[in-house]
């Protein structure tokens, strides 16, 4: 479980504008389901979901992770902790247009020098819909296809939490709720966090 008490958050621009993006925030998560954090552009969300993915930093108050005060981690615990606990689909995407689908989602596994199963990533692009696609480059997909590919992605290593930062915001309605029924699939094992500006 994770346990957030009175974050902060403050960004100080070039000319020392400061402006506040986390106040106070506290709330505990579950180790399972779907939880959504909703609000208008600018208002924190996606600094919220990069502090509890272990991307941005707080100003004050602590993230107690499965008992453990995230103010006594060091470097490697929080590389560890994104590594393997978190599981991140980022707004765009951020698939590499010129490799292909297997090689997007083997990545990071390359990266931490992991082998990985083809058949095991096989199994992913069933479960997300998109069997047979491993060889396809990225830039042949269409926006509901990339989308699954960032799924499968953040599913490889088998995180405990998925985060999701508006996972449908480039997508028509309908490949949108393809993408949500996927994660609510998901949400059955895991945690899944989605940034959404959008209430409906």
């Known amino acids: 479980m994770i346990e957030i008490k009175h974050i902060n958050k403050t960004y100080k621009s070039k000319k020392k504008i400061e402006t506040l993006a986390l106040n106070d925030i506290s709330f505990n998560l579950p180790e399972k389901g779907i939880i959504f954090i909703l609000g208008k552009s600018g208002s924190g969300k996606s600094t919220l979901l990069n502090i509890i993915g272990g991307l941005d930093e707080y100003d004050s108050g602590e993230i107690v992770i499965d008992g453990k005060s995230t103010k006594k981690f060091k470097n490697k615990d929080f590389d560890y902790y994104r590594n393997t606990y ?40 069933k479960k997300v819909g998109i069997s047979g696609l491993g060889k396809r480059k990225i830039n042949e997909l269409s926006g509901g296809q990339k989308g699954r590919v960032a799924i499968a992605r953040a599913l490889i290593k088998n995180p405990n939490i998925i985060l999701a930062d508006e996972p449908t915001g480039n997508l028509d309605e309908e490949t949108g709720k393809q993408i949500f029924e996927i994660l609510k699939s998901i949400s059955k094992e895991k945690l899944v966090i989605v940034v959404s500006h959008d209430r409906e």
């Open 86 to 125: 978190i599981g991140f689909i980022f707004q765009e995407f951020n698939l590499l247009e010129e490799y292909n689908v297997y090689d997007n989602i083997i990545l990071s596994n390359k990266l931490q020098k992991e082998k990985v199963n083809l058949n095991v990533v096989d199994e992913l692009l």
